[in-house]
């Protein structure tokens, strides 16, 4: 088991957001965490990364229980996030940015370089020097995988990497996710788009208000289109 | 000319420090988001350690190491501070970290003066630089030129660490978010504590390097920081160069105004910062800020006006209070109405910084204004008090008017640099213009009016006032312009989206708070009998915060509270220990601390507590899902 969440609660102030909420991820796996705007997919991720200060449950990260643990530590063992907002650093350039993410190579996780990310990548190899800021919203999202990579994780959060990209974008984006995992690093994906969590995911979890409401591999989902039309905006 | 050049070029090394201890400031606010008013006391230290250090070491060696390790034994006290105290408030209202780091400044001054004395320290000169060369006949110090290669080459090296190495990246993400830094697997905590001890080095070799130029004094703080506040406001709080750009203007109006304006020079630097306002809010290289962050806590528990019950008490409160003169002396009565008129001035403050969300760090000026108000009609035009009484504190509300057409174009730490930067120009005015306010030595002789004469009536004037005023800004928080106002400080946007001039209503609390401290500072003058500086300067204006803080921010009638209690707290103390500023420094950073929802704030919470435990679950399971 790579990562195991077991009864995550979860607070913004006195409004209570995730219940009980639990996933597990073996290794090499690509997860997806299905649901609609608003159900509780990214606080979940910024939950098991620890920047949700209010929270409960345990989250077990390669055998170790590490809720205790402020954000970096927990990143710093091996657990990357990719966030939805993207959150480029502005003012730092393309390189500049991959700087950021930099963390020691891991015995148990592809070690990524910069050449190597600008190979998975290539646009951002053309702009090594551009300020993110002066980037599209594709190149963006690019930048921030990248970035997250360049910490060598041996699993990743990545939260709505297809959201508001262009479809061409979209397919690169694809390819991007198949290769992160033909090097060995598992995957949480989270998702409102069945389709592209369909190309890329081997099991689904379902989230509504809060709650997981299915979990099972994509197969299965698939033969449950009830359960598809009440939880997801398809 | 000749003569002009030279005051250029002395300009340009007073930029020197200046440049130091502002870009300090800029590092550390660009990375902790904290404005640490303490880095004028890093920068006093800085100086007073390497005076003590160049004189024991002997030689160049020794003057230079000296300088250098007073800064970084500087740098290695301020890791200390950060570990011990700003880590615990990385997370406050701007509001907090500012009172405690200007707690801090007033615990250092009295630690300077128990350490080197109170008497001024004049330094060795440099090693190398003691002569001056001749320039067309004027003389300029070798000591300045070195001075003026040493900021540029300071800010190169700055530059490259920014840009060159792995740790200035990390500082500039850091800057732009904390979060994301932290969720890439960088440590914040060390690197607040490394920028931390950048800014204090910076700030501490400011004030070693003018060893040579000035005598080491215990005023040295405020002055500096003060000028440092108006050059991040010009150049732009978090930016280098702007620091750098704007030292050497500040510095440049300096050195020329004297020559304009031999007794207000410091006019000028207002001017082209105003100006430098209206076309750049947040400064000549600065970017736009985000919204200051919102007090917590004020959405939770709304504010009510009293009940009938809560009514009947205060009457009660009043009756028991308009008695004191029955069982007490003219001491007590004396006290008890400096007391009333700190109520005033903290009910005012409260108004404009918890219902209008504007803390303002100067706002003795309109207190001090009032006061002055009335000793010009009382001493110059022979008025009688009550006219005194009711035009002096139109002087407050001019200054109000005029100053916070400003400042409220600006909000959060901007908003509290620029009102401390207007107080003190009021200051140095009152300080300065001997011809009218008689500078330091005052004017004196402003006694009441016979019939106000005796402490019994004195105090029932003032306890009356006092009543009507804070009734009238209560009045206020809940009318319809209160609502206004409250709105524009919970969110900005909306309420300028449903029709509410947020600018205007804000301006116009300014100028009411201000009028209202006018009142306190008019019969403050009668009370005295006399009107000092003082009145105007930063301790009385950070007087009011205190009190405010410590009766509790969130609440509605914290301040009344916390004017008693920190009044009586301060003239008992004052009488009793020579280190009082030492206390009071200690004092505010323990209630910033340990107690920031203060007096009354502690006791609501533990009411609500125990009133409704149950309710507050049911509240969380209402709550909306959201992501």
């Given at each position: 088991?790579?990562?195991?969440v077991?009864a995550?609660?979860?607070?913004?102030g006195?409004?209570?957001?995730?219940?009980?909420?639990?996933?597990?991820?073996?290794?090499?796996?690509?997860?997806?965490?299905l649901?609609?705007?608003?159900?509780?997919?990214?606080?979940t991720?910024?939950?098991?990364?620890g920047?949700?200060?209010?929270?409960?449950g345990?989250?077990?990260?390669?055998?170790?229980d590490?809720?205790?643990e402020?954000?970096?530590?927990?990143?710093?063992?091996?657990?990357?996030?990719?966030?939805?907002?993207?959150?480029?650093?502005?003012?730092?350039?393309?390189?500049?940015n991959?700087?950021?993410?930099?963390?020691?190579?891991?015995?148990?996780?592809?070690?990524?370089?910069r050449?190597?990310?600008f190979t998975?990548?290539?646009?951002?190899?053309?702009?090594?020097n551009r300020p993110?800021?002066?980037?599209?919203?594709?190149e963006q999202?690019?930048?921030?995988?990248?970035?997250?990579?360049?910490?060598n994780?041996?699993?990743?959060?990545?939260?709505?990497?297809?959201?508001?990209?262009?479809?061409?974008?979209?397919e690169?984006?694809v390819?991007?996710?198949?290769?992160?995992?033909?090097?060995?690093?598992?995957?949480?994906?989270?998702?409102q788009?069945?389709?592209?969590a369909?190309?890329i995911?081997?099991?689904?979890?379902?989230?509504?208000?809060?709650?997981?409401?299915?979990?099972?591999?994509?197969?299965?989902?698939?033969?449950?289109?009830?359960?598809?039309?009440?939880?997801?905006?398809? | 000319m000749?003569?002009?050049?030279?005051?250029?070029?002395?300009?340009?090394?007073?930029?020197?420090?200046?440049?130091?201890?502002?870009?300090?400031?800029?590092?550390?606010?660009?990375?902790?988001?904290?404005?640490n008013f303490a880095?004028?006391?890093?920068?006093?230290?800085?100086?007073?350690?390497?005076?003590?250090?160049t004189?024991?070491?002997s030689g160049?060696?020794?003057?230079?190491?000296g300088?250098v390790?007073?800064?970084?034994?500087?740098?290695?006290?301020?890791?200390?501070?950060?570990?011990?105290?700003l880590r615990?408030?990385?997370?406050?209202?701007?509001?907090?970290q500012?009172?405690?780091?200007?707690?801090?400044?007033?615990?250092?001054?009295?630690i300077?003066?128990?350490?080197?004395?109170?008497?001024?320290?004049?330094g060795?000169?440099?090693?190398?630089?003691?002569?001056?060369v001749d320039?067309?006949?004027?003389?300029?110090?070798?000591?300045?030129?070195f001075?003026?290669?040493l900021?540029?080459?300071?800010?190169?090296?700055?530059?490259?660490?920014?840009r060159?190495?792995?740790?200035?990246?990390?500082?500039?993400?850091?800057?732009?978010d904390?979060?994301?830094?932290a969720?890439l697997?960088?440590?914040q905590?060390?690197?607040?504590?490394?920028?931390?001890?950048?800014?204090v080095?910076l700030a501490?070799?400011?004030?070693?390097?003018?060893?040579?130029?000035?005598?080491?004094?215990?005023?040295?703080?405020l002055?500096i920081?003060?000028?440092?506040f108006?050059?991040?406001?010009?150049?732009?709080?978090?930016?280098?160069?702007?620091a750098?750009?704007a030292?050497?203007?500040?510095?440049?109006?300096?050195?020329?105004?004297?020559?304009?304006?031999?007794?207000i020079?410091?006019?000028?630097?207002?001017?082209?910062?105003?100006v430098?306002l209206i076309?750049?809010?947040?400064?000549?290289?600065?970017?736009p800020e985000?919204?200051?962050?919102k007090?917590?806590?004020l959405?939770?528990?709304?504010?009510?006006?009293?009940?009938?019950?809560?009514?009947?008490?205060?009457?009660g409160v009043?009756v028991?209070?308009?008695?004191l003169?029955?069982?007490?002396?003219s001491?007590?009565?004396?006290?008890?109405?400096?007391?009333?008129i700190?109520v005033i001035?903290?009910?005012?403050l409260?108004f404009?910084?918890?219902?209008?969300?504007?803390?303002?760090f100067?706002?003795?000026?309109y207190?001090?204004l009032?006061?002055?108000?009335?000793?010009?009609?009382?001493?110059?035009?022979?008025?009688?008090?009550?006219?005194?009484l009711?035009?002096?504190?139109?002087l407050?509300?001019?200054?109000?008017?005029?100053?916070?057409?400003?400042?409220?174009?600006?909000?959060?730490?901007?908003?509290?640099?620029?009102?401390?930067?207007?107080a003190?120009?009021v200051w140095?005015?009152a300080?300065?213009?001997?011809g009218?306010?008689?500078?330091?030595?005052?004017?004196?002789?402003?006694?009441?009016?016979a019939?106000?004469?005796?402490a019994?009536?004195?105090?029932?004037?003032?306890?009356?006032?006092a009543?009507?005023?804070?009734a009238a800004l209560?009045i206020?928080?809940?009318?319809?312009?209160?609502y206004?106002?409250?709105?524009t400080r919970?969110?900005?946007l909306r309420?300028?989206?449903?029709?509410?001039?947020?600018?205007?209503?804000q301006w116009?609390a300014?100028?009411?708070?201000?009028t209202?401290?006018?009142?306190?500072?008019a019969l403050?003058?009668?009370?005295?009998?006399?009107?000092?500086?003082?009145?105007?300067?930063?301790?009385?204006?950070?007087?009011?915060?205190?009190?405010?803080?410590?009766?509790?921010?969130?609440t509605v009638?914290g301040?009344?509270?916390?004017?008693i209690?920190?009044?009586?707290?301060?003239?008992w103390l004052?009488?009793y220990?020579?280190f009082?500023?030492?206390?009071?420094?200690?004092?505010?950073?323990?209630?910033?601390?340990?107690?920031?929802?203060?007096?009354?704030?502690?006791i609501?919470?533990?009411?609500?507590?125990?009133a409704r435990?149950?309710?507050?679950?049911i509240?969380?399971?209402?709550?909306?899902?959201?992501?």
């Amino acid at each position: 088991m790579k990562l195991s969440v077991q009864a995550l609660n979860s607070y913004y102030g006195p409004a209570h957001i995730l219940f009980d909420v639990g996933l597990e991820v073996d290794s090499g796996e690509v997860v997806a965490l299905l649901g609609r705007n608003g159900a509780g997919k990214s606080t979940t991720f910024r939950s098991i990364v620890g920047l949700v200060e209010q929270r409960e449950g345990r989250i077990v990260f390669e055998g170790r229980d590490v809720s205790a643990e402020p954000t970096h530590a927990i990143v710093r063992s091996g657990l990357g996030y990719v966030p939805e907002e993207r959150r480029i650093f502005t003012d730092l350039t393309v390189e500049e940015n991959l700087e950021v993410g930099r963390q020691p190579p891991r015995p148990n996780a592809p070690q990524w370089t910069r050449e190597k990310l600008f190979t998975l990548f290539p646009n951002l190899g053309e702009m090594k020097n551009r300020p993110g800021g002066r980037m599209s919203g594709g190149e963006q999202q690019m930048l921030t995988i990248a970035r997250t990579l360049m910490g060598n994780p041996s699993l990743v959060l990545l939260d709505e990497p297809s959201e508001g990209l262009s479809p061409k974008i979209v397919e690169q984006m694809v390819e991007a996710i198949m290769i992160m995992k033909q090097e060995g690093v598992s995957i949480v994906v989270s998702e409102q788009n069945l389709h592209f969590a369909n190309l890329i995911s081997d099991r689904a979890y379902i989230i509504e208000r809060g709650r997981i409401c299915f979990s099972g591999t994509m197969k299965e989902l698939e033969a449950r289109p009830d359960i598809r039309d009440a939880h997801l905006a398809v | 000319m000749a003569f002009y050049i030279v005051q250029f070029l002395t300009g340009l090394a007073s930029a020197a420090s200046l440049f130091l201890v502002a870009s300090g400031l800029s590092i550390i606010f660009g990375v902790t988001r904290i404005v640490n008013f303490a880095h004028g006391a890093f920068y006093m230290l800085g100086a007073y350690l390497a005076y003590t250090l160049t004189e024991r070491l002997s030689g160049a060696l020794g003057f230079w190491g000296g300088i250098v390790a007073a800064a970084l034994a500087v740098a290695a006290f301020g890791v200390l501070i950060e570990m011990i105290l700003l880590r615990r408030i990385y997370r406050s209202p701007e509001l907090f970290q500012l009172l405690a780091t200007f707690g801090l400044t007033l615990m250092i001054e009295d630690i300077v003066v128990l350490i080197w004395g109170p008497d001024d320290l004049l330094g060795r000169r440099a090693p190398g630089f003691r002569g001056a060369v001749d320039f067309f006949g004027q003389q300029i110090p070798t000591y300045d030129l070195f001075l003026i290669v040493l900021s540029p080459i300071v800010l190169g090296l700055l530059w490259l660490l920014f840009r060159r190495t792995r740790w200035g990246v990390l500082v500039r993400a850091a800057t732009q978010d904390r979060d994301m830094v932290a969720a890439l697997g960088v440590n914040q905590k060390w690197l607040f504590t490394s920028v931390f001890a950048l800014g204090v080095f910076l700030a501490a070799l400011g004030g070693a390097l003018q060893i040579p130029r000035d005598a080491a004094n215990h005023a040295m703080d405020l002055n500096i920081i003060v000028d440092v506040f108006v050059v991040v406001v010009i150049g732009g709080l978090g930016s280098i160069i702007g620091a750098f750009v704007a030292a050497v203007l500040v510095s440049e109006l300096n050195a020329f105004g004297i020559l304009i304006f031999p007794k207000i020079s410091i006019i000028l630097v207002f001017l082209v910062m105003a100006v430098v306002l209206i076309v750049r809010p947040w400064g000549l290289f600065g970017k736009p800020e985000a919204p200051a962050r919102k007090t917590p806590g004020l959405t939770v528990r709304p504010w009510r006006p009293l009940s009938g019950n809560e009514r009947l008490a205060m009457i009660g409160v009043l009756v028991v209070a308009a008695a004191l003169p029955l069982i007490s002396g003219s001491y007590v009565l004396t006290v008890a109405s400096e007391i009333a008129i700190f109520v005033i001035f903290a009910a005012s403050l409260h108004f404009l910084m918890s219902v209008g969300g504007l803390a303002s760090f100067g706002h003795a000026a309109y207190f001090g204004l009032g006061a002055y108000g009335v000793a010009f009609l009382a001493k110059m035009a022979g008025m009688p008090m009550i006219v005194c009484l009711l035009i002096g504190p139109l002087l407050g509300l001019l200054g109000a008017a005029v100053f916070g057409f400003f400042v409220v174009q600006l909000s959060g730490v901007y908003f509290a640099m620029l009102t401390l930067a207007f107080a003190q120009i009021v200051w140095s005015i009152a300080f300065q213009w001997v011809g009218v306010t008689g500078g330091d030595n005052g004017i004196l002789g402003v006694w009441p009016a016979a019939w106000a004469g005796g402490a019994a009536n004195f105090y029932w004037l003032s306890l009356g006032i006092a009543v009507l005023v804070v009734a009238a800004l209560r009045i206020m928080v809940f009318s319809p312009f209160g609502y206004a106002l409250r709105a524009t400080r919970d969110s900005a946007l909306r309420s300028e989206a449903i029709g509410i001039d947020g600018k205007r209503i804000q301006w116009t609390a300014f100028v009411i708070a201000g009028t209202a401290a006018g009142i306190g500072g008019a019969l403050f003058a009668f009370l005295k009998g006399s009107v000092f500086p003082d009145s105007v300067g930063i301790s009385l204006s950070v007087d009011a915060l205190v009190m405010v803080l410590l009766g509790g921010v969130e609440t509605v009638s914290g301040a009344i509270v916390g004017a008693i209690v920190y009044k009586a707290l301060n003239i008992w103390l004052v009488s009793y220990t020579d280190f009082s500023k030492l206390v009071l420094g200690a004092v505010i950073v323990l209630i910033v601390v340990a107690m920031p929802k203060g007096i009354v704030g502690t006791i609501e919470t533990l009411q609500t507590r125990r009133a409704r435990p149950a309710k507050a679950t049911i509240l969380a399971s209402q709550a909306e899902t959201a992501e």
